[in-house]
Each structure stands twice: as structure tokens, then as C-alpha cells.
């Protein structure tokens, strides 16, 4: 009778909205969670790297502000011939700040996206990346989102590249909070 009494008073508090439901993207004992970062981007005509056809080469290196502190990098390529905005695709790597964890996998995304955001010196663009990790078994993990601002300075002052920030969403691991 306890049982019965208790599932029905769970299913009214979900039913009326005053017990929530988690987030999307949230799994046990890792909700969604939200990091601040600032860094530079830089970009080169690296054919190695991407091919002719893809063109350019993009770095994003940035701090990632935790209570602990983790550094975040992604190598990638933007393609210039796939419309606007340019479709990016890449790797990235999240280090903890004493080097012992990180967190690595495939970027998917647009690195010069429309934006509202304005920037100090350089032209605005949106950076909207999808992370998906890849876990010691091979198997993809939960996405993590980037949504940022990057400042291109190549009309300001002619450097390839410029200053980025924004955050990180997601299921993030502990040490990363």
C-alpha cells in the first residue's frame, strides 16, 4: 500500500510540473553544466592539414575557467566552399590544469556564424561547436556545446587570427566544474 500510495504521489508532482524532469543532456550525477573561456584562434593556409579544397586551417586555444583551472584546444578545418556560415570540422582536447585528464574527440560546427555580439577591435563571428568526447571504450559520449565569439583581426591589423570567449555547455566530468 506504501508503494502504491508513494508512486502515485511521484507521478502527481511530475504530472503538475513541481518535480522537474533533467535537462537534455544530463545523465545521473552529471547534470548539465555550464563553463566560461577566453583564448586566441589563429589561421593558416596549412595544406597538410586541410586539403586545398578546405581551406583554412583554424586553432582555438583557450583557458577554461573552472575552480581548478583546464586548458581547451581544437585543430580544425573551416570550409570556405560550403556557404555561409563556414562549416567547421575538427579535433579538440580539454586538459585539466595539472595535465593528469582531459577529454578528447571530434568538433563539428560553423566557426564564423551570424552574431549579435560585437568585439572591441576586429570583426565579430559566432562560434556554435558541437564536442563529441570519445571515451576509453571507442564509444562517443554526451555532447558538449561551444557557444563563443570569435574576433577576427586579419582587417584591423592583418594578424591571422584573433580573440575568442564564450562558454562550454554540457554534461561536463567533475574535474572540468
Known amino acids: ?42 589561421f593558416d593556409s596549412d595544406a597538410v592539414a586541410c586539403p586545398a579544397t578546405i581551406f583554412p586551417h ?8 573552472t ?9 580544425g578545418c573551416d570550409d570556405l566552399n ?5 562549416p567547421f ?11 593528469r585528464r582531459s577529454l578528447s574527440g571530434t568538433v563539428t560546427g560553423t566557426a564564423v556564424g551570424p ?18 568526447p570519445v571515451r576509453h571504450h571507442g564509444k562517443p559520449g554526451k555532447t558538449i556545446t561551444i557557444d563563443g ?3 577576427s583581426l586579419i582587417f584591423a591589423t592583418g594578424e591571422l587570427g584573433g580573440p575568442i570567449s564564450g562558454t ?3 554534461a561536463l566530468p567533475p574535474w572540468l566544474r
Not at 575552480?67 to 585543430?75: N, P, Y
Not at 549579435?116 to 559566432?126: E, F, H, I, R, W
Open 1 to 42: 500500500m506504501r508503494k502504491l500510495i508513494g508512486a502515485a504521489a511521484v507521478a502527481m508532482l511530475v504530472g503538475t510540473g513541481l518535480a522537474g524532469v533533467p535537462a537534455a543532456g544530463a545523465t545521473p550525477h552529471r547534470h548539465v553544466r555550464t563553463v566560461e573561456f577566453t583564448g586566441h584562434s589563429t
Open 58 to 65: 583554424q586553432t582555438f586555444d583557450a583557458t577554461i575557467t
Open 67 to 75: 575552480k581548478r583551472g583546464a586548458t581547451l584546444h581544437i585543430d
Open 82 to 86: 560550403g556557404g555561409t556560415p563556414f
Open 89 to 99: 570540422t575538427g579535433s579538440f582536447t580539454i586538459t585539466s590544469a595539472n595535465g
Open 115 to 132: 552574431t549579435d555580439a560585437t568585439c572591441a577591435s576586429g570583426l565579430p563571428g559566432g562560434i556554435d561547436f558541437d564536442l563529441t
Open 149 to 151: 565569439l570569435w574576433c
Open 168 to 170: 562550454i555547455s554540457g
